[in-house]
């Protein structure tokens, strides 16, 4: 057997290498062109999902507006309308199907008013404000701004009125008057002459007052919940007075110790038919006694509030503060708060 020269064994390898690179090659261009297809059908199938999910009607989130029955109830009735219209337009659909959807929510009679004005109208155009500004003609109120503001000069708290009460009903008036885009100081200014003559007492003693209107108003309910059916409705009988829960010998318009403050001890029974909450005066409001911790458990077993022991609430909505032991309270300062 003739034995291979170097130069022919050379001539083998590199035909070997060269018929396996064109081996791996052949079968990597198959596997490429493999890989190719599925991506090309991947990204059918992703673009007809999209054109489905763009297709899709969305659902409807919030709830119809009820139907309007008259003018009485148009200012609220208008805001909801809008306001589904704006959410859920495209749940709705087209113009057409949202001219249809606000005269439905309409009662019957008030589809009967509005209906001779609309039949003037080229309903091809299925614009829904048709039958808004319609309503808007029948049943705006031009007058409601001067009423709203009368109404807002003319009120004046009384000693014994709840300062929540006052609040919410000087906040719908400032509210129509648009009296809210006033500064903040003229908002103080107005609400400090029509506060009752009690309360413009304790807010004329502190020496800093807030310089915006919500501190502001902030201020007039702490200082204020001590007066009222409020502090009454919650608690029973909470005042100052014969027959109160609780006695203050001190006087509040100065420092005072808290052993100058004496409570009557009652038992807090939800069977009681006369059902009275001991409580102590501060200058910050009414506080709740000393409970022992299997007292509040008790309480809270009783289904009661665990500050006061009263039924009907819980302690996060209790008037009374949460009690705390104090060496004295600074009745001016600005600074005086409760804290553990």
């Known amino acids: 057997m003739d034995t291979l020269s170097p130069q022919h064994i050379q001539e083998l390898i590199q035909a070997a290498v060269e018929n396996a690179s064109a081996t791996l090659t052949a079968q990597f261009n198959v596997e490429l062109d493999k890989l190719r297809t599925q991506n090309t059908e991947f990204r059918a199938q992703i673009a007809a999902l999209q054109s489905a999910a763009a297709s ?10 009820p139907l309007l029955t008259g003018p009485a109830e148009f200012d609220v009735w208008i805001p909801l309308l809008q306001g589904k219209l704006r959410v859920d337009g495209d749940a709705i659909g087209s113009d057409e199907a949202k ?8 009662d019957w009679k008030v589809q009967q008013i509005v209906r001779p004005q609309l039949s003037h109208t080229q309903f091809n155009e299925w614009d829904y404000t048709q039958v808004t ?16 503001s009368r109404k807002l000069r003319a009120m004046k708290m009384k000693d014994d009125d709840s300062i929540r009460t006052f609040l919410t009903n000087w906040e719908k008036y400032s509210w129509e008057a648009g ?13 400090r002459a029509a ?20 501190d502001f108003v902030t201020l007039l309910l702490r200082l204020g919940e001590g007066y009222g059916n409020y502090m009454a409705g919650s608690h029973g009988n909470t005042s100052n007075k014969p027959g109160s829960t609780y006695t203050s010998t001190a006087n509040t318009s100065t420092p ?14 939800p069977s009681d038919s006369k059902l009275k909450i001991a409580s102590i005066w501060t200058p910050k409001g009414q506080m709740a006694v000393s409970s022992t911790h299997k007292e509040r458990r008790e309480r809270l077993e009783q289904g009661n509030c665990e500050r006061c022991g009263g ?5 996060s909505t209790c008037s009374l503060l949460p009690y ?3 060496v004295k309270f600074e009745v001016d300062s600005e600074t005086d708060d409760f804290s553990d």
């Open 324 to 326: 705390r032991e104090y």
């Open 256 to 269: 005072m110790d808290i052993s100058q403050v004496r409570i009557d001890s009652i038992n807090v029974k």
């Open 179 to 191: 009296t809210t885009v006033q500064p903040d100081i003229l908002r103080i200014q107005d609400l």
């Open 133 to 148: 500004s319609a309503l808007s003609r029948i049943y705006n109120d031009p007058n409601k701004l001067v009423r709203a």
């Open 99 to 106: 001219f249809i959807y606000v005269y439905g929510r309409l």
């Open 56 to 65: 899709r009607k969305p659902r409807p989130v919030l709830p119809d507006p």
């Open 311 to 315: 039924p009907g609430h819980m302690a």
């Open 195 to 214: 506060i009752s003559n009690k309360l413009q007492g304790k807010v004329d003693d502190r020496e800093l007052l807030p310089e915006t209107y919500d």
